[in-house]
């Protein structure tokens, strides 16, 4: 996960994984241990296709959310899977 400054240490340190879903997209999966609303979004490398996001999703405290993307299919597949996220 990528440092924001202003992001408390329990959601830097919130449960992120990458993600295979029923639909075969990778994505991040991620569960918000704190006490605010926060909405994130998958941010996923794809080799030597272009970089993408998911789409932004917003999650209450306690509840816990997925985000996925599609690299385009002439690329070498997914590299990496991280987050982008806000406090709402």
């Known amino acids: 996960m ?3 400054p202003d992001v408390p240490a329990a959601v830097r340190q ?3 994984r990458r993600i295979t879903g029923l639909s075969g997209l ?3 999966l991620c569960s918000n241990h ?3 609303t926060w ?3 998958a941010v996923i490398t794809c080799g030597w296709a272009p970089d993408v996001v998911g789409e ?3 999650i209450g405290p306690g509840r816990t959310g997925q985000s996925q ?3 385009g299919r002439l690329g070498t597949g997914v590299g990496a899977v991280g ?3 806000r406090r709402v």
């Open 2 to 4: 990528a440092a924001v």
């Open 69 to 71: 993307g599609v690299c």
């Open 34 to 36: 704190t006490g605010q």
């Open 56 to 58: 932004w999703v917003t």
């Open 26 to 28: 990778p994505g991040a």
């Open 39 to 41: 909405r994130f979004r």
């Open 83 to 85: 987050v982008d996220e």
């Open 14 to 16: 919130a449960e992120v």
